[in-house]
């Protein structure tokens, strides 16, 4: 039984080198991951092209230009213009760059929340039933009403704040984050319910290793696999969502394209323009495909009992 | 297990009441007024009699009681009336809806079917796919089925149905004419090629819902396997000389059931609660729609009884998870 | 030798009902089957008193009929009377208090009842009942009394001159209820009355059959209907809900309606759904107006909830220049092509229509962005510091420009953001969810009552012929207030004692042109002084199947108002 799941000093090294952090192990693990090793390349490479772009394409993404509108795919427009002449390419870069950064931040947001609770309620049982009854009613409250009262709240003070585009990035992202948390955490509970009672857990609280401990050291990097899908799975979901916002008049002004945005002013032009709705929902997919394959293989490189072979 | 189902059952009570209440506050506090969709030509004098006809008027906490009342104990009793031919109901007045004024359970009982038909069709389907091909991929992971399957998947998550949905309405309708776009919610089924015209109609909807299902569900399976195919206990199980396939199929995806009861159980509530996009692209106008035209109509009686119905299942499905896993894994144990 | 005859009659009988039905389409009662129709909008109850909704009004106009109806020109036509009652005929008093309807007596309700000036009575006083919350109150304004000297005769009494009468029991939102079936349904009781507001029972050619809340509608022909071989179908399949892309490609491309409803689309969108080749775009006008309202209060979230949007003037949109080189830099003609295509005409005018109302003094269809910036500088308004942004005597022309959330008004904000801030303004742009945008809720700072934006972009327009009711919302009291709980019509806050003068003796003039004069001068006004900018004469797009003939377009009262009328046409 090779139980203890982090072996500081167990791994791919050999032993006459010196003692490494367990994370090089994590790292070589991944590195020979291919499909995780793609998956990076493509995601940073999107990234790149969303922050770089605007300085190698500088063509303004809301300037008008009737006389070019609805223009094919063409070099001074890569993949043409849209029905206010618009170009697509400078919208698509611009879009990444809002729709990346609220869809990772408001993923994140989810998965911290819904892993804390998750754990919590999973671990500590006097915690569980308040934790669960506070996941149920998040569930069960209407997601719509929610967000107006949200807006309504919180949108004045933000704006005023931070700016326009920030106040409305924070709102955005907390909306998103705090309602979108209940499935993870459900997950990890039921995932840590099961694992307390696993030897290596009793082991540990045997030898009086403190809760906190435990929990860091044994218990997460077994949850680690339902987390990482969440993760995939959920970045999908916030971009949509923004899009659901942004179109419900919630989101970004107007004037702020973004994917889910493109997307779904694309969809009434899907017989004529197939391109304005197959972009936008192509890079989404790809994001997504990236992120699941460096879960994936993140979740391999974190398992101990894979890690070494 | 019993003394907790039922100690859960008796906490649900308070939780559910909380749950109402919330709602209930939630949706007084958001901004929105049932005459929104009143036309412009309406002056302001009238529309304000018409709220006050609704019942605005009155203070909020009387309106919640009443609420109270209505759900808990008129709306049982008309129940009651229906199924006995009795009148203990008559003359109460129901939970009635601010956009039509005609009791809001009328109109939730002419959804239920449509809505069990497509949205329930959908999960099924989902979970006969998706187990499987979760399995599979797990157990042969990284090779062409599980690469495939991972692409599909995640496409098919990752494309809102708002977009796929229209997507094959314009292949399938338009350009094939193989299936209807508008799902006919009078049809009745009473004969074979009456149930055949039934699954065309519900072929696309029950597609782009199944191939959302599918993707979430199957990834979860897949991941859960995974981590299961790894532990010492499988590697004992066949050491022990059992056959591989019951190998697989008895130790490692009874263990493996727990995040993905999780997902099942709380997609449940969500089967009555329909699919608000799906529904809307395909005109099955089932629960979902109803909730989505209600809250863009701020038709509060309505949303809070269709929220806290659904409260309700989830309160009780998340209940039945939590049995699941006990059965699914003795080692768990709440009390 | 026999099937050989058989068949020779048929085609004979074929050819004989051709020639017969060539012309006129006559026939039977209920010939053609069923009709289909598709609103993108689903009707939440067949009782238009209770609603108000278009949606509402339109489906319980296949049942519910009034006295009198406007044509597809907007000409009052009889419906259920037998004249229009005139001042010159006698049916109006001439001290302008009152009217006097001649009823039909050949009409009976679906049940089989007779139809009596009884039931015309009972509607009045069940709308006006104060417990009901009608939603067409406003149609019996000013009606005193309602007397039944017999079963066919109405005599409306109005407590103070009326020089236009034709509001009460005209038009769709006016129909006539039965008094049997809805005499326990007054006032407060409106709501145990489900059965009655999901089933009226009519004069009109249909009666229902299924009614589903927010779903579907069946009907099937009535068979007490006035008219011997009217309807030409049995059965109208009636569905709501979606949304306008999926109803047009279900009666243009797919083919399974027969009629779609108010087709807001892009124009590239309804000319390649046009492609289908199934259906057919109709287009009418009524007095819609996408505008752009200027607000002429201050809007400085700065204020308190009570000052903002309250206070005069606006720190620069009360310049003539500034509100004038506004209008000055817009692309109108563009805006109707991008927009609205057929569906769309320049207008420069508050009140397009009808065509006697429409002013042509202001003229505005082309853009003079040089003649903008040129007017700006002239009063003063110059980029001192380099910004990008015009400012005089330290205030900049910063704007927030608030509308619904819709395609086309996004499409419109950000070809208009650009022109203005080429002539020097720095434009923010926001849009907010419809139901919140025109809902009345006091406590949402996002009303488009509430106005806390410079400039807000929607469209407004008037039921029936007549625009006095509608001229009103320009006067300086019913500017929304914190007193009045933010309610009012006069969204810009436009406020002129000529205007208000004006307007009240529009309100006592009874004589057409003299009429038509004022109003012209009303629109103006209220246009030349910074209320508003007009964008769009909107049409209203409906499309039907080509085999469904009879279809004419009516935007003065239900778009179905003629389906007894409609027919099959043979051959498809």
């Known amino acids: 039984m090779t139980d203890t799941p982090v072996p500081t000093n167990a791994g791919a090294s050999p032993p006459s080198q010196a003692p490494r952090s367990q994370w090089w192990d994590v790292w070589d693990q991944f590195r020979s991951h291919k499909g995780a090793m793609v998956g990076a390349a493509f995601f940073l490479a999107i990234v790149a092209l969303v922050v770089f772009g605007p300085l190698i394409w500088d063509v303004d993404p809301t300037k008008t230009n009737i006389r070019e509108r609805n223009a094919p795919m063409s070099l001074s427009a890569p993949l043409g213009t849209d029905q206010l002449g618009r170009d697509i390419f400078a919208r698509m870069i611009e879009g990444g760059r809002i729709s990346l950064a609220v869809g990772l931040t408001a993923m994140g947001l989810s998965l911290l929340l819904g892993t804390l609770i998750g754990v919590l309620a999973g671990y500590f049982r006097r915690l569980d039933g308040v934790l669960m009854r506070l996941t149920d009613l998040f569930l069960a409250l209407p997601l719509l009403p929610l967000l107006l009262v949200m807006v309504l709240l919180f949108r004045e003070p933000l704006t005023a704040a931070f700016g326009i585009e920030t106040g409305i990035f924070i709102l955005i992202v907390s909306a998103i984050g705090v309602t979108s948390w209940m499935q993870t955490a459900r997950i990890v509970r039921g995932d840590v319910l099961a694992l307390k009672e696993r030897e290596f857990v009793l082991a540990a609280r045997a030898t009086g290793t403190t809760p906190a401990k435990i929990i860091t050291r044994h218990v997460l990097p077994n949850v680690m696999s339902p987390i990482m899908v969440s993760a995939t799975l959920g970045i999908a979901t916030a971009i949509i969502t923004e899009s659901a916002l942004s179109?419900?008049?919630?989101?970004?002004p107007p004037d702020f394209p973004t994917w889910g945005r493109l997307l779904n002013d694309g969809v009434p032009y899907l017989q004529q323009y197939p391109g304005r709705a197959f972009w936008p929902g192509l890079a989404i997919s790809l994001v997504v495909l990236s992120i699941n394959y460096v879960g994936d293989g993140l979740r391999d490189a974190l398992d101990p009992r894979i890690r070494g072979r | 297990m019993l003394t907790f189902t039922i100690r859960r059952l008796l906490f649900a009570i308070p939780t559910l009441l909380f749950i109402a209440l919330v709602i209930f506050l939630l949706l007084e506090l958001a901004p929105g007024d049932p005459m929104a969709n009143v036309p412009l030509t309406v002056p302001a004098e009238v529309k304000e009699q018409m709220r006050i006809a609704l019942g605005l008027g009155e203070p909020m906490h009387i309106r919640f009681w009443k609420w109270i009342i209505q759900f808990f104990w008129i709306e049982p009793l008309n129940v009651f009336d229906a199924l006995f031919g009795t009148s203990f109901a008559e003359g109460k007045l129901r939970i009635i809806s601010w956009q039509n004024r005609a009791p809001v359970f009328i109109a939730i009982a002419e959804r239920i079917p449509q809505t069990l038909w497509v949205v329930g069709t959908a999960y099924v389907v989902a979970i006969l796919i998706a187990v499987p091909v979760g399995i599979y991929s797990a157990y042969k992971q990284y090779s062409v089925f599980d690469q495939a399957g991972t692409f599909v998947t995640m496409v098919g998550f990752s494309v809102p149905p708002f977009f796929s949905g229209v997507l094959v309405i314009i292949i399938f309708a338009v350009q094939l004419k193989w299936f209807p776009s508008i799902y006919d919610t009078t049809h009745v089924v009473n004969s074979w090629d009456a149930f055949l015209f039934q699954v065309r109609q519900m072929f696309l909807p029950v597609m782009v819902l199944a191939l959302q299902i599918t993707s979430q569900l199957s990834r979860f399976m897949r991941a859960s396997m995974l981590d299961n195919l790894q532990q010492d206990y499988v590697r004992t199980a066949r050491a022990k000389g059992l056959k591989e396939r019951a190998v697989v199929l008895v130790h490692v995806l009874r263990n493996s059931m727990i995040p993905v009861v999780t997902v099942i159980a709380l997609g449940v509530p969500s089967i009555f609660g329909g699919a608000i996009i799906t529904e809307q692209v395909f005109k099955v106008n089932g629960i979902g729609q109803l909730l989505i035209t209600a809250i863009q109509a701020n038709d509060l009686p309505m949303v809070q009884t269709l929220t806290f119905i659904f409260a309700v299942l989830i309160v009780l499905f998340n209940l039945l998870a939590d049995v699941l896993y006990g059965i699914l894994d003795p080692r768990i144990r709440y009390d | 030798m026999r099937t050989r005859?058989?068949?020779?009659?048929?085609?004979?009988?074929?050819?004989?009902?051709?020639?017969?039905?060539?012309d006129g389409h006559e026939g039977e009662r209920g010939r053609d089957g069923e009709v289909s129709i598709i609103y993108w909008q689903a009707p939440s109850t067949l009782n238009p008193f209770l609603s108000g909704g278009t949606k509402d009004v339109e489906s319980a106009s296949l049942i519910l009929e009034p006295l009198a109806r406007f044509d597809e020109t907007g000409t009052i036509t009889p419906w259920l009377a037998t004249e229009i009652p005139t001042v010159e005929n006698g049916g109006v008093a001439e001290d302008l208090t009152q009217i006097t309807w001649k009823l039909r007596n050949d009409i009976v309700w679906s049940d089989g009842t007779p139809f009596t000036s009884e039931d015309v009575k009972f509607t009045w006083e069940y709308c006006t009942h104060p417990e009901g919350g009608c939603a067409q109150i406003t149609k019996f304004e000013g009606v005193e009394s309602v007397e039944t000297p017999d079963a066919h005769t109405v005599v409306v009494n109005f407590s103070a001159?009326?020089?236009?009468?034709?509001?009460?029991f005209t038009g769709g939102e006016s129909p006539i209820l039965q008094k049997a079936q809805f005499e326990q349904c007054v006032g407060a009781a409106a709501s145990t009355c489900t059965e009655q507001n999901f089933g009226p029972i009519g004069t009109g050619p249909f009666v229902v059959t299924e009614f589903r809340t927010n779903d579907v509608i069946s009907y099937a022909a009535n068979e007490n209907y006035r008219e011997p071989g009217k309807p030409a179908f049995a059965?109208?399949?009636?569905?709501?809900?979606?949304?306008?892309?999926?109803?047009?490609?279900?009666?243009?491309q797919t083919g399974e309606f027969d009629y779609a409803w108010n087709l807001q689309l892009a124009p590239e969108v309804i000319a390649q759904m046009e492609e289908g080749g199934l259906g057919t775009p109709v287009v009418g006008f009524g007095p819609l107006v996408e505008r752009i309202m200027l607000n002429n209060t201050n809007p400085d979230p700065a204020l308190g909830p009570d000052e903002r949007s309250v206070i005069r003037p606006h720190p620069f949109l009360s310049d003539p220049a500034v509100y004038n080189a506004l209008s000055m830099a817009i692309d109108r003609p563009l805006l109707v092509e991008i927009g609205y295509g057929q569906a769309g005409r320049v207008t420069c005018n508050w009140v397009p229509a009808p065509e006697a109302f429409n002013s042509t003094s202001i003229t505005c269809d082309t853009q003079d962005l040089d003649g903008a910036k040129a007017m700006?500088?002239?009063a003063g308004w110059v980029d001192s510091n380099g910004d990008g942004v015009r400012e005089k005597d330290g205030v900049e022309l910063r704007m927030l420009y608030q509308t619904s959330t819709n395609a086309v008004r996004q499409d419109f904000q950000a070809l208009i953001?650009?022109?203005?801030?080429?002539?020097?303004?720095?434009?923010?742009?926001r849009n907010v969810n419809a139901s919140v945008f025109f809902g009345g809720d006091a406590g949402s700072p996002d009303t488009f009552q509430k106005f806390y934006a410079d400039v807000e972009m929607y469209a407004n327009t008037f039921n029936g012929t007549d625009p006095q009711a509608y001229l009103a919302n320009g006067l300086c009291d019913k500017a929304p207030q914190p007193s009045s709980q933010w309610q009012g019509e006069n969204i810009s806050r436009f406020c002129m004692e000529e205007y208000d003068a004006l307007w009240n003796e529009l309100s006592q003039t009874a004589q057409f042109e003299e009429r038509t004069r004022i109003a012209k001068e009303l629109n103006d006004m209220i246009v030349q002084n910074g209320g508003m900018i007009p964008l769009v004469h909107r049409g209203r797009l409906s499309a039907h199947a080509n085999s469904l003939g009879g279809i004419k377009l009516n935007v003065w009262d239900s778009e179905l108002w003629n389906i007894a009328d409609w027919y099959r046409i043979d051959g498809s």
């Not at chain 3, 068949?7 to 039905?21: D, E, I, K």
């Not at chain 3, 001159?161 to 009460?168: L, Q």
């Open chain 3, 5 to 22: 005859t058989a068949l020779m009659c048929s085609v004979a009988g074929a050819l004989l009902a051709q020639m017969a039905f060539a």
């Open chain 3, 235 to 252: 059965t109208v399949n009636f569905k709501g809900g979606g949304d306008a892309d999926a109803a047009g490609r279900a009666v243009m």
């Open chain 3, 161 to 168: 001159p009326k020089p236009y009468p034709y509001t009460a």
């Open chain 3, 417 to 429: 953001k650009e022109w203005w801030e080429e002539i020097g303004f720095a434009v923010e742009l």
């Open chain 3, 376 to 378: 700006l500088e002239e």
């Open chain 1, 247 to 252: 179109f419900l008049g919630l989101g970004f």
